[in-house]
């Protein structure tokens, strides 16, 4: 991290609890209770400096309500605005859902480690994902199609319970005329014209058997469906280096100081929360 | 009260298999406290004490307690109220909890005089809720707050900020003063354990002596009978007709 | 630096000191109670010239932290009328402060508070605004109380060192002792002399003193995996937990908050206050929570001071101050769990 901080990191280093103001820009409805934000910045010249990297996370404010914790589910390859997605869960999240473009949110951020994705230059990426879990993933998937050759194949496993809950499916086409790109779906129950796999994600995982050979898994999801996903990878040969997911803690301050998000000695929002297998198998069985 | 009496009754309970296990006190780890002990088997009962320095109301692990099987409970007259209110209100099995009584001989510190009109009364209360931390001790140690979830803890809705202070303190206070219509009997405990000395007891106090008005109620006094607030009868008296 | 002031004169060298700083210490309240507090926010007459300070180390109920994270602290308001800067931080007052009457222990807990809110990639601004300015004077213990435990976690005396000045009661007057340039200010008055060899003879077997206090047993056992995970003794321990925070609210080291929003008066503020790990609500997420029962709660507790900052800031969590011990109203105490608990194979 010896490069020159960006901008958004030498404000946020001057007050860490200082949110950002930005506005709602335009909202996708992804399935029923989840949506995607596109947030604009309200000071223009943050708008072009709001730099971030693939895997990490803000804290977003509704004023009078609180905050909650979202990754960046955009690319910092699309400068200009961010994008993140929301399941509705509780009160902020439900608030959230409640806004219509052109409301005003607070933005803190990025906090947070990021996907070691220098370290995996022309190596082969395999996505796996389920669900909400598909959003920091998208986020390191447009930034790797965004610097195609740097990386080699790469393939993509989404898969959620019914073909409504997949989120973005407006890029699936993108994701798939990229060069050297598969995407496979899978849902859990068989669904009148879907023309893709039925099964759960790591079952299809099995029946596709990618290679381990020179290949980083990242995956994300349920929790239950990473349990399996990182046995089934195991057995396909993938070693614990090899594989990389994001650890989920309720998180308060996003800095290290709030004490709340700590596993064992280390803190998901400063030592994660991207983790690789081998780390977590260090930690204290506790999240 | 003689301790070997006590050991004597809790060794019945736990050898007759009748309570799986006896709450008690034993020595604390200085000389001055008591602590609250778990006695298990019947050997071990020669740990439990009976001194001045037994001071908490075990009533509090009752329902922790009584999901392992039977309990029995070192309890003085308010500690057996809290008992009996907790079988009212359907939080303990009746055939779940014994009581082994002891004689309340305990040194209660003298009550602040609480002044006469509103206006001090309600200076002298916002004097002390300024003090309040909103740690919470005094709901986690009283047994009759024993919802999953406090009001105070919801976050939809949220009835007040968790800042310390008077004015949220409020809220907390006389909600949850208002909580214990019927059910507080008078052990003390959330003024005990306050860190920083605020009588809060007083407060459920004014409740209950309300309560005993009104409707002629003591809590805790009759497993049989039905939580005060928890019934309606046509007799019941308007509380707005009495100034309430 | 050594001087010495004598008794009669400490109480006017103290009111000269409140020329400059706003001035925090242990004070006895009209019941007689000592009282951690704002020396300036006394009443006038309920303290005899405005102040009596409590020196011995009865003063310890509130621990210092409150000074530098006041239990509610507003981190910034937020107005919607207000187009063109609606978020507003508040900025810290500008006459600095002096801590008085602070313990080793409580100058070991402050040092422990640096590294959390201070450490990292991210400096905590409104702690480190207070810090910045603040003047730390402290007092060598007379007595430990029956709670203590300092000299099992560390070494008191040298914390001490950590303090701008440290008084040391002598007798016949107070010994004070300059650690820093700022403390040396301190003791630039005409209150104050310089001490006799005998009167520095005093303050040593003063210091020997607090350094001899009797290490209990498990002080040799606090190496960094010394806690095990899976021991019993949570579970021994956790049942007669009543859940009431006090062991974290009122511990000096403690250092987590929860943020809230509020209305006030037409704006949004947004506040940070006291948590604990205590509560089942510290960990709650919508999908699950990592910390359900009591027993994980309390060896989060015990492994947070003894062995997670250890491993992070290589500094022991708990300073043997034994608020905790003292406080727990059901007397649990955590000195008997460590030195039950097994080391971690
Ligand atoms: C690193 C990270 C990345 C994340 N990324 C995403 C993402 O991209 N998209 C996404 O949708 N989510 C994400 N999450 C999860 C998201 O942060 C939570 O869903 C969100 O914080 C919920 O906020 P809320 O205010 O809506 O819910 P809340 O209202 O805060 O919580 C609702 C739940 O809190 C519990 N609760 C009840 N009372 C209390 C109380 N007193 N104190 C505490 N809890 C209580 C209940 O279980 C209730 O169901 C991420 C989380 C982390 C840590
Ligand atoms: S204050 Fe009221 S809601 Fe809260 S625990 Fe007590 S009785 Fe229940
Ligand atoms: S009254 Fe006392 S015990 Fe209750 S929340 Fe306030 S400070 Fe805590
Ligand atoms: S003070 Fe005692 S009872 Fe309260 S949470 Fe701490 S250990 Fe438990
Ligand atoms: S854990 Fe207890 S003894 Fe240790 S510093 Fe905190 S209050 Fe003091
Ligand atoms: S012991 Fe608990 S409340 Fe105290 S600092 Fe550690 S995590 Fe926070
Ligand atoms: S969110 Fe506050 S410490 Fe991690």
């Known amino acids: 991290m010896s490069s020159a901080q960006p901008a958004t990191i030498e404000q946020m280093k001057q007050n860490p609890y200082k949110p950002l103001l930005a506005t709602i820009e335009e909202i996708v409805e992804e399935t029923w209770d989840t949506k995607t934000f596109r947030a604009v910045f309200q000071d223009e010249e943050m708008r072009e400096k709001f730099t971030y990297k693939p895997g990490q996370f803000q804290e977003v404010s509704v004023f009078g309500v609180g905050e909650a914790t979202f990754c960046l589910a955009s690319t910092p390859t699309r400068p200009g605005s961010i994008e993140f997605s929301v399941r509705k869960v509780g009160s902020l999240t439900d608030a959230l859902h409640e806004m219509s473009e052109g409301a005003v949110v607070g933005i803190r951020g990025p906090f947070g480690n990021w996907f070691p994705y220098q370290e995996w230059k022309g190596k082969d990426l395999l996505f796996i994902g389920g669900g909400i879990g598909m959003a920091p993933l998208r986020s390191l998937l447009n930034f790797c199609l965004d610097n195609r050759d740097d990386y080699g194949r790469v393939d993509v496993i989404y898969g959620a319970r019914s073909s409504d809950l997949l989120c973005y499916k407006t890029e699936f086409d993108a994701w798939r005329n990229s060069k050297n790109t598969n995407l496979f779906l899978t849902i859990d129950k068989e669904e009148e014209g879907w023309q893709h796999n039925v099964g759960f994600v790591p079952a299809y995982l099995n029946d596709l058997a990618p290679k381990p050979d020179n290949t980083i898994a990242i995956t994300c999801g349920p929790p239950i469906m990473i349990k399996f996903v990182l046995q089934n990878l195991a057995t396909l040969g993938f070693t614990d280096e090899q594989i990389y997911t994001t650890l989920e803690m309720k998180m308060k301050c996003g800095v290290g100081k709030c004490g709340r998000c700590n596993i064992g000695h280390l803190f998901v929002c400063v030592d994660g929360p991207v983790f690789s297998y081998a780390q977590i198998r260090g930690l204290p069985p506790e999240f | ?244 | 630096m050594d001087k010495i002031v004598t008794k009669d004169n400490m109480a006017a060298w103290l009111r000269s000191l409140r020329e400059k700083y706003e001035m925090i210490g242990p004070v006895k309240r009209p019941d007689g109670a000592p009282e951690f507090r704002d020396i300036d926010m006394m009443p006038p007459g309920i303290i005899p010239g405005g102040i009596e300070v409590a020196l011995d180390n009865a003063a310890w109920l509130m621990p210092p932290k409150d000074y530098l994270l006041p239990p509610t602290e507003t981190l910034f308001t937020y107005d919607e009328k207000d187009q063109a800067e609606p978020l507003k931080v508040p900025l810290a007052g500008d006459k600095p402060r002096l801590l008085l009457g602070l313990r080793a222990c409580d100058a070991r807990a402050i040092r422990v508070l640096d590294h959390v809110y201070l450490d990292g990639a991210f400096a905590d601004p409104y702690y480190a605004a207070r810090r910045k300015g603040m003047v730390m004077v402290g007092n060598v213990c007379d007595e430990a109380r029956w709670s203590c435990f300092c000299t099992s976690v560390g070494e008191p005396v040298e914390w001490l060192k950590d303090l701008d000045a440290v008084i040391t009661d002598i007798g016949a007057g107070f010994v004070v002792t300059a650690n820093t340039p700022v403390g040396e200010s301190l003791l630039d008055s005409s209150y104050l002399s310089d001490p006799s060899d005998q009167q520095m003879n005093l303050k040593v077997a003063a210091w020997d003193k607090l350094a001899a206090i009797p290490k209990r047993p498990f002080a040799d056992k606090l190496a960094k995996d010394f806690l095990a995970w899976d021991d019993p003794i949570w579970e021994k321990y956790a049942r007669k937990c009543l859940g009431c925070g006090i062991c974290s609210y009122l511990c000096p080291s403690c250092s987590c908050f929860d943020i809230q929003d509020e209305r006030v008066a037409g704006q949004i503020e947004r506040f940070r206050c006291r948590d604990t790990c205590q509560t089942c609500y510290f960990t709650l997420m919508p999908s699950h929570n990592p910390r359900p029962e009591k027993k994980m709660r309390m060896r989060q507790r015990l492994s947070h001071k003894f062995k997670y900052q250890p491993e992070q800031f290589d500094i022991i969590g708990c300073t043997g101050c034994g608020r905790c011990v003292e406080l727990c109203p059901v007397n649990l105490d955590i000195r008997q769990a460590l030195a039950e608990v097994t080391p971690n194979e």
């Open chain 2, 1 to 244: 009260m003689d301790i070997q009496e006590i050991r004597n009754k809790a060794k019945r309970l736990l050898e007759s298999g009748e309570v799986k296990v006896v709450v008690g006190y034993e020595r604390g780890s200085t000389e001055s406290k008591s602590t609250p002990a778990f006695i298990e088997s019947p050997d071990d009962v020669d740990r439990l004490i009976w001194d001045a320095t037994c001071v908490n109301n075990l009533a509090a692990y009752a329902i922790q307690e009584a999901k392992n099987g039977g309990v029995a409970i070192i309890a003085r007259d308010c500690d057996a109220r809290s008992i009996v209110m907790l079988v009212q209100e359907h939080q303990l099995d009746k055939d779940a909890v014994r009581v082994i009584e002891v004689p309340d001989e305990t040194q209660w510190a003298d009550d602040p005089a609480l002044p006469e009109s509103l206006e001090e009364r309600r200076a002298f209360w916002a004097k002390e809720f300024e003090k309040c931390t909103r740690c919470y001790a005094c709901r986690q140690a009283c047994p009759g707050c024993f919802c999953n979830t406090c009001f105070i803890d919801r976050i939809v809705p949220r009835w007040a900020a968790k800042r310390a202070g008077a004015s949220d303190a409020w809220m907390f206070h006389v909600t949850r003063a208002m909580h214990q219509a019927g059910r507080c009997g008078d052990c003390r405990e959330c003024s005990r354990v306050c860190p920083v000395g605020i009588p809060v007891h007083l407060l459920a106090r004014e409740i209950e002596t309300f309560v005993g008005e009104l409707f002629d109620y003591k809590a805790g006094m009759d497993m049989d009978a039905d939580p005060v607030l928890g019934t309606f009868t046509p007799e019941d008296p308007d509380p707005n007709e009495h100034g309430g």
